[in-house]
């Protein structure tokens, strides 16, 4: 960040621990003379609404010069569009991402599913996680729209009766999201999977994961 420069922050999310762990951490960091964020902002929404309450909310002048998106861009292969990431983006403005391995979900939905009561594929080795495809046909010219149901206790999803509520979200195939980055302006400037990300920047932000290992108190 800027020095001397004052930040606003947005937070929204289906998680609503998810957001009340974000505003611990900016509590416990307002001291810190190096978070200059100012503001903080909070909503909760449910996985299958649209964004137009939370549009509503955003002044109509206002920009980000940097966008996360954590699992969510999942939500995004539906339909062959990348136009909303760009309408609040500054220019030279940043994405960050967090998407499943589409390669790597195939492959274990392939070898290590079983079928359910309704001929659903269901991967799930813990009682926390569970994923569900309909079918396992991918056809490589038809990138978009592939449709599973993702499962994560507290998080994505949950349960009632016993029963797992999944949250609907689509596999992201990299080539075609470069090309169609690429139509809107997006470039990527970097691509990692988890372990690599984590090894290259573990060192420069080492106080960051020490936070998120064992959290300052309330006190």
């Not at 960040?1 to 999310?13: A, H, L, S, V």
Request: charged share 30%; hydrophobic share 35%; proline share 3%.
């Amino acid at each position: 960040m800027e020095q001397g420069r004052d930040w606003t922050w947005f937070g929204i999310d289906i998680s609503g621990k998810s957001l009340k762990e974000a505003e611990r951490r900016h509590k416990t960091q307002q001291e810190d003379k190096k978070k200059q964020i100012q503001k903080i902002y909070l909503m909760e929404t449910k996985a299958d609404s649209d964004s137009t309450l939370f549009r509503s909310r955003l002044p109509q002048d206002l920009y980000f010069d940097f966008v996360s998106m954590q699992v969510m861009a999942n939500l995004l292969f539906l339909l062959n569009k990348l136009l909303k990431i760009c309408l609040k983006l500054t220019n030279q403005g940043i994405v960050l991402m967090t998407i499943t391995d589409a390669n790597v979900l195939v492959r274990k939905m392939s070898e290590f599913t079983i079928k359910d009561y309704e001929g659903n594929y269901v991967y799930s080795k813990n009682q926390y996680f569970s994923l569900k495809f309909k079918n396992l046909q991918f056809p490589k010219n038809k990138p978009f729209g592939y449709q599973y149901y993702f499962y994560l206790e507290d998080s994505v999803g949950f349960k009632e009766d016993n029963q797992i509520k999944y949250v609907p979200e689509y596999l992201i195939e990299l080539q075609a999201f470069e090309q169609k980055a690429k139509e809107y302006t997006l470039e990527i400037i970097e691509n990692l999977n988890f372990i690599d990300f984590f090894e290259k920047y573990k060192q420069k932000h080492s106080y960051l994961l020490k936070i998120m290992v064992k959290p300052p108190s309330d006190d």
